[in-house]
């Protein structure tokens, strides 16, 4: 008798289980991180990727009509197919491109770095990911483009690709 309500009980639960799982993903769900609320870029001070002096962003944001803020880190993948995009980004403009080194080991980051070069004009290390955290990011690769008043102009989400390289050059170009 027992063992016929347990199995009652198992096959409500599991039955009760499907229909809130199933509920739950029919709702939409809208997550939409380019509306950070984010509009002027806030001056953090984090630790130079090289030296380990600490450098605010005040210091860095200060000879460019445009700067592109790029949080990457050895580990991620995305970060390896985005890097050319970088370097191109930083051949063909004039733009200050600052990176942000997440959660990452330096000598990981150094060997990323040597193999696959060093497109930034700054490393900064964001060790812990509260600074990445506080700018807006939820993962990386994730980079900002900011104009000389240190605003926002555009924040792309994911890695750099073809058309998201076209998206930053046209912006560059045309606020200039």
């Not at 769900?29 to 870029?41: V, W």
């Not at 930034?120 to 955290?133: E, M, Q, V």
């Not at 939820?138 to 890695?159: A, M, T, W």
Request: one cysteine or more; proline letters at 3%; a positive charge.
């Amino acid at each position: 008798m027992k063992n016929k309500y347990l199995k009652i009980f198992i096959i409500i639960f599991f039955v009760f289980s499907f229909f809130i799982f199933y509920y739950g993903l029919k709702q939409k769900h809208l997550y939409t991180t380019e509306n950070s609320g984010i509009q002027k870029f806030p001056n953090l001070i984090l630790h130079d990727f090289f030296t380990n002096k600490k450098t605010s962003f005040e210091d860095i944001l200060i000879d460019s009509n445009y700067y592109l803020v790029n949080i990457w880190s050895s580990w991620c993948l995305p970060c390896r197919d985005e890097h050319i995009y970088l370097k191109e980004i930083k051949k063909s403009s004039s733009v200050k491109i600052i990176g942000i080194n997440y959660k990452d080991k330096k000598n990981n980051a150094v060997k990323f770095l040597d193999e696959f070069g060093n497109p930034y004009a700054y490393i900064l290390n964001d060790k812990d990911g509260t600074a990445s955290i506080e700018i807006g990011a939820y993962g990386v690769p994730e980079s900002f483009i900011l104009n000389k008043q240190k605003e926002i102009v555009k924040k792309i989400i994911g890695p750099i690709d073809q058309k998201k390289f076209k998206k930053v050059l046209k912006i560059i170009k045309n606020e200039n």
